[in-house]
T-cell receptor, first 111, second 111 residues
C-alpha cells in the first residue's frame, strides 16, 4: 500500500534556529514528490516538486531534497512568518493524476 | 487572478439535509479534484475529473456525488449529510504532471 509519513508532527523553533522536516514514502513507483505550505484557514500553497533522487530545489529560506526513500525540507534561519503547516505529497506512476498526502508538520517559529 | 474559488466558505447542516459545494477555476486547467481534510488524517481524495465530461472515484467517495459542469466548474454534492462528513473540503485544479492549485476550502459542520 502506498504510504506517506511526515515527522515530526509539530516543531517549535526559535527565530534563526535551523532545522529539517522529514517526509518518508513507500510507493510502487514515484513520479513526483510535492511540498506545500498551508496557513490556518487557507488552502495548501505549492512550494516545490522533486522528481528524482539527488534533486534539490530552493526558495528563500527553504530547501527541499529527495532520496529514494524520503525527502527533507530544510529551513535555514527561520522567521516567524515561516510558521505554517508543511505538507508532503507523492504522485505515483500508475495513476499520474492522484496525490497521496502526508498528515503534515506544524511549524511554529518564535521571535 | 482568482485561481480556484470555492463557495460557500462555511456551512452548517442538519443530518439528512443535502447540499452542493461549488468550485470554479480560471486557469484553464483540465483536471479538477475534491479533497476532504480531517485532523490527523491529511488530505484525502474524494473524486477527481481528468477532463471535462469525465469523473472518477478517489479514496473516500462514499456519500458523495460530483458533476463536472464544464471545464471551469466542478461541484460536490452531499445527498443526505451525516455527522461523519463534518470536515474541511478543498477543491484543486491542475494540468497533467503539474502542481495542483487549491482553493481556500469550505468548512462544513453537520449536526
Amino acid at each position: 500500500e502506498d504510504q506517506v509519513t511526515q515527522s515530526p508532527e509539530a516543531l517549535r523553533l526559535q527565530e534563526g534556529e535551523s532545522s529539517s522536516l522529514n517526509c518518508s514514502y513507500t510507493v510502487s513507483g514515484l513520479r513526483g514528490l510535492f511540498w506545500y505550505r498551508q496557513d490556518p484557514g487557507k488552502g495548501p500553497e505549492f512550494l516545490f516538486t522533486l522528481y528524482s533522487a539527488g534533486e534539490e530545489k530552493e526558495k528563500e529560506r527553504l530547501k527541499a531534497t529527495l532520496t529514494k526513500k524520503e525527502s527533507f525540507l530544510h529551513i535555514t534561519a527561520p522567521k516567524p512568518e515561516d510558521s505554517a503547516t508543511y505538507l508532503c505529497a507523492v504522485q505515483v506512476s500508475r495513476n499520474t493524476d492522484k496525490l497521496i498526502f502526508g498528515t503534515g508538520t506544524r511549524l511554529q517559529v518564535f521571535p | 487572478n482568482a485561481g480556484v474559488t470555492q463557495t460557500p466558505k462555511f456551512q452548517v447542516l442538519k443530518t439528512g439535509q443535502s447540499m452542493t459545494l461549488q468550485c470554479a477555476q480560471d486557469m484553464n486547467h483540465n483536471s479538477m479534484y475534491w479533497y476532504r481534510q480531517d485532523p490527523g488524517m491529511g488530505l484525502r481524495l474524494i473524486y477527481y475529473s481528468a477532463s471535462e465530461g469525465t469523473t472518477d472515484k478517489g479514496e473516500v467517495p462514499n456519500g458523495y456525488n460530483v458533476s463536472r459542469l464544464n471545464k471551469r466548474e466542478f461541484s460536490l454534492r452531499l445527498e443526505s449529510a451525516a455527522p461523519s462528513q463534518t470536515s474541511v473540503y478543498f477543491c484543486a485544479s491542475s494540468e497533467v504532471n503539474q502542481p495542483q492549485h487549491f482553493g481556500d476550502g469550505t468548512r462544513l459542520s453537520i449536526l
